[in-house]
Nanobody, 123 residues
């Protein structure tokens, strides 16, 4: 099975930027949806961004205009560029994937998950 590993998390001041990377143990070619989720303590896991194999993307309203999801490196790695970070963005961020099409940012149906990378935004 495919293993996913996140990197790029850390601590940043409000207004700063981070880029998260998700690297797969093998190429996820074909009709894969690749995504980012986050979970803060005491809150439900929420969808952040998804990218489909046809290039279509969807974002949570809370990050739209600030975050960008992209894919590179021959279907091995996908990214989350986070700009204008806010303290409310503080969470554990997880990358995920499943074979198929994502029409939104729902976490339902994802069978490949990373272990998470912590993002902390200070005011």
């Amino acid at each position: 099975q495919v293993k996913l590993v996140e990197s790029g998390g850390g601590s940043v001041q409000a207004g700063g930027s981070l880029r998260l990377s998700c690297t797969a143990s093998s190429i996820m070619g074909g009709r894969y949806c690749k995504a980012w989720f986050r979970q803060a303590p005491g809150k439900e896991r929420e969808g952040v961004a998804v990218i489909n194999s046809d290039g279509t993307r969807n974002y949570a309203d809370s990050v739209k205009g600030r975050f960008t999801v992209s894919q590179a490196n021959a279907d091995i790695t996908h990214y989350l560029q986070m700009n204008s970070l806010k303290p409310e963005d503080t969470a554990m961020y997880y990358c995920a994937a499943h074979f198929g099409y994502c029409s939104g940012v729902s976490p339902v149906g994802f069978n490949y998950w990373g272990q998470g990378t912590q993002v902390t935004v200070s005011s």
